[in-house]
């Protein structure tokens, strides 16, 4: 029961992260490719491009790992065969309060790699998308929780000082959030400031721009990295959106 449930918790586990459920496979693996002190091993695999690889074991290590350690190895009724422990002075059991008969529990262990983890939740945010004007952009998909820069705050016109320090002040507050790196963006236009944040994996740019002034005080834009969509919100209103947002 309980070696599913981990496999069931790791499996969402790395959804969460990014990776498509349809990429994700389970194997099980076969009896005669199991350690000696495995129940059951199962692997988490996911489809790279050049085919699937391993992200993660699961393994139900029976009770090998705390019998091992334990003295009164003889007295455990143990289903692992374990060596001899003859310096232990403690036992590693836990006791049924039903029976009063005590047993060693069994070790769940999940064992993922990283590196090879970071690259499946790369590759799989990854994108290169067609856009209606016969361009493309490169976008990368990170869940706003992974992304390297959780926002960047961009002022529209560089050389108007009103909307410059606005800029500048916004940032600093949205950096007393503590929800990540905050980036003011003041390089290049403002499609080239969305192309290379959309190419980095920051989820939300902020604009301000003259109509935070004048059209709609003390307003802003957000624009959504994944569908590009543009809002207009109240500059107070913007610590509940990080807060819904990376929540």
Not at 48 to 68: K, Q, V
Not at 83 to 98: A, D
Not at 135 to 161: C, D, G, M
Request: glycine share 4%; proline share 4%; aromatic share 8%.
């Amino acid at each position: 029961m309980w070696h599913k449930k981990w496999v069931e918790e790791r499996l969402d586990w790395w959804q969460k992260q990014g990776l498509d459920a349809d990429k994700l496979k389970l194997a099980k693996q076969e009896a005669s490719d199991l350690a000696h002190y495995s129940k059951a091993t199962t692997d988490i695999l996911y489809q790279f491009p050049h085919g699937l690889e391993e992200l993660e074991g699961i393994a139900n290590r029976t009770d090998f790992d705390l019998a091992s350690h334990s003295k009164g190895q003889d007295e455990l009724n143990l289903v692992a065969q374990v060596m001899p422990n003859k310096h232990s002075n403690t036992k590693l059991v836990l006791q049924n309060i039903q029976t009063n008969k005590s047993f060693v529990p069994f070790v769940i262990e999940p064992s993922a790699g990283l590196d090879r983890g970071v690259l499946a939740i790369l590759v799989n945010a990854y994108n290169v998308e067609d856009l209606p004007n016969n361009t493309q952009r490169i976008v990368l998909k990170l869940k706003p929780h992974l992304a390297p820069f959780k926002a960047a705050v961009i002022p529209l016109a560089k050389n108007n000082e009103q909307i410059v320090a606005k800029a500048i002040e916004i940032t600093k507050e949205l950096k007393k959030l503590a929800i990540g790196r905050i980036k003011y963006e003041d390089v290049g236009n403002i499609g080239k400031a969305y192309r290379r944040h959309d190419e980095i994996g920051t989820p939300f740019c902020i604009t301000v721009d003259f109509d935070t002034f004048d059209a709609y005080p003390d307003t802003v834009t957000i624009r959504h990295r994944d569908s590009m969509l543009q809002e207009r919100i109240a500059i107070k209103e913007l610590p509940l959106f990080f807060f819904n947002a990376f929540k």
